[in-house]
């Protein structure tokens, strides 16, 4: 199986800065047919299930805000918000599909 | 509006099988365009994919539930259920039913966009 890892395991920024996480892959996501990378980002705030944010490591799903975005290629990822909300206090999932799904452990955003 | 709802027993004992149903309504679930899967995450932990159906009943486990695992789908009543057997404790969890994107590149290995709300299991005797 891919392991995924995520840094930081949690992280407190202030309103309106910016938010970095990072998500590390055991091994390639590159999918050669289609050059695409095959990483997913969710936010999962307490009682609720997860929301997809981001695919193929870069493409926002609809109705996603614009301060969401995701880079990267290969096997290290990041889930950036470019300024931070009060409503985007909440944990944060990287996901491959590359093979077997497997999702990172997660990194908590709260608010400085 | 795609809705999701997963149902069955909060509390099963050790040993014994988890059975849960999702209900989806808003969208056939004999589509192409999707798989549909179970994912679990034990109270304050992670997430763990169990396996995905696509309508025409061909399945995928996670290699390490695949023993115990059985997902199967009921296209008449819009319906997709999850068997996990011989459960022990390691098993309580939320268990959430989702709605993979048939991508063609990557298939059944997929992301999820839709989620029910989930429902907690507990398995204790």
């Known amino acids: 199986d891919i392991v995924m890892t995520q840094s930081p395991d949690s992280l407190a920024v202030s309103l309106g800065e910016r938010a970095t996480i990072n998500c590390r892959s055991s091994q390639s996501l590159l999918f050669r047919s289609n050059n695409k990378n095959c990483l997913a980002w969710y936010q999962q705030k307490p009682g609720q299930p997860p929301k997809l944010l981001i695919y193929?490591?870069?493409t926002r799903e609809s109705g996603v805000p614009d301060r969401f975005s995701g880079s990267g290629s290969g096997t290290d990822f990041t889930l950036t918000i470019s300024s931070l909300q009060a409503e985007d206090v909440a944990v944060y999932y990287c996901?491959?599909?590359?093979?077997?799904?497997?999702f990172g452990p997660g990194t908590k955003v709260d608010i400085k | 509006q795609l809705q999701m709802k997963e149902s069955g027993p909060g509390l099963v004992k050790p040993s014994e099988t988890l059975s849960l149903t999702c209900t989806v309504s808003g969208d056939s679930i004999s589509s192409s365009d999707y798989y549909w899967g179970w994912i679990r995450q034990p109270p304050g932990k992670g997430l763990e994919w169990i396996g995905s159906i696509f309508y025409s009943g061909s399945s995928y486990y996670n290699p390490s539930l695949k023993s115990r695992v059985t997902i199967s789908v009921d296209t008449s009543k819009n319906q997709f259920s999850l068997k996990l057997n011989s459960v022990t404790a390691a098993d309580t969890a939320v268990y959430y039913c989702?709605?993979?994107?048939?991508?063609?590149?990557?298939?059944?290995?997929?992301?999820?966009?839709?989620w029910g709300q989930g429902t907690l299991v507990t398995v204790s005797s």
């Open positions: 193929w490591a870069s």
């Open positions: 996901q491959q599909y590359y093979n077997t799904l497997t």
């Open positions: 989702a709605r993979g994107i048939n991508m063609a590149a990557t298939g059944h290995q997929t992301l999820f966009d839709y």
